[in-house]
């Protein structure tokens, strides 16, 4: 079935350093691909987004690029601040059941800490 | 634009007791789905419901159950609870038009302690 690994956690890097957190996925049809930002205490807020391959999504300076030929989507911030701390996780939605949208498939999360 | 609202925030139960859980929708969407988070399984999918039928359904047992009201809220409910289901549970809502790629937009969350 469908499936998505991420790195994983703890990420500890200091304020201004740069972000990565991969994310692979395996797929039988056409996935959009999501990243989802889940603060203390909090649900989950989307962060970015990318519906088809070599989209890039892109938000609060944070990046990921699907690349269907590495079925990878590799969040990437250039410079991280002490309130980006929070758990990471990268999904994909599989178009496959009759158009439903419900089925998000969420990676184990990646929590990430920034130090001042 | 109101976001999705969760009722009640925290809740405690014992173990063979029954919980029901409440998701309101951001206006206007019509989709709701619910998702378990723990800290050994993660996130993982429940169900979905679309104009008050559920239209996906995930792999948990059936002391799960779910239904969507006319005006699209959704509620939960697990019957005999166990230990297991301690929990953080998220809804999700979309607009779920068919064929397009929508978000999801998810609520605070409940988190469930069975004791």
């Known amino acids: 079935g469908d499936s998505v690994t991420q790195m994983e956690g703890p990420v500890t890097l200091s304020e201004e350093a740069f972000l990565t957190i991969n994310c692979t996925y395996t797929a039988t049809g056409y996935p959009s691909l999501f990243w989802y930002v889940q603060y203390p205490g909090e649900g989950l807020q989307l962060l970015l987004k990318?519906?088809?391959?070599?989209d890039k999504g892109s938000n609060k300076g944070f990046e990921a690029t699907y690349r269907k030929e590495t079925t990878s989507f590799h969040l990437e911030k250039g410079s991280v601040q002490v309130s980006d701390s929070a758990v990471y996780f990268c999904a994909l939605s599989d178009q496959k059941y009759g158009g439903s949208q419900g089925n998000l498939i969420f990676g184990k999360g990646t929590k990430l800490s920034v130090k001042p | 634009k109101a976001g999705v609202t969760q009722t009640p925030r925290y809740l405690i139960k014992t173990r063979g007791q029954q919980v029901t859980l409440s998701c309101s929708p951001i206006?206007?969407?019509?989709?709701v789905s619910w998702y378990q988070q723990t800290p050994g399984q993660g996130l993982q999918f429940l169900f979905e419901?679309?104009?008050?039928?559920?239209?996906n359904k995930g792999n948990f047992p059936g002391r799960f159950s779910g239904r969507q009201f006319s005006n699209s809220r959704s509620e939960m409910n697990v019957s005999t609870l166990e230990l297991g289901d301690s929990a953080l549970y998220l809804c999700?809502?979309?607009?779920?038009?068919?064929?397009?790629?929508?978000?999801?937009?998810f609520g605070p969350g409940t988190r469930l302690l069975v004791l």
């Open positions: 206006s206007g969407h019509r989709s």
């Open positions: 999700a809502s979309s607009l779920a038009g068919r064929g397009v790629r929508e978000t999801q937009y």
């Open positions: 419901y679309f104009s008050e039928t559920q239209r």
């Open positions: 990318a519906t088809k391959a070599d």
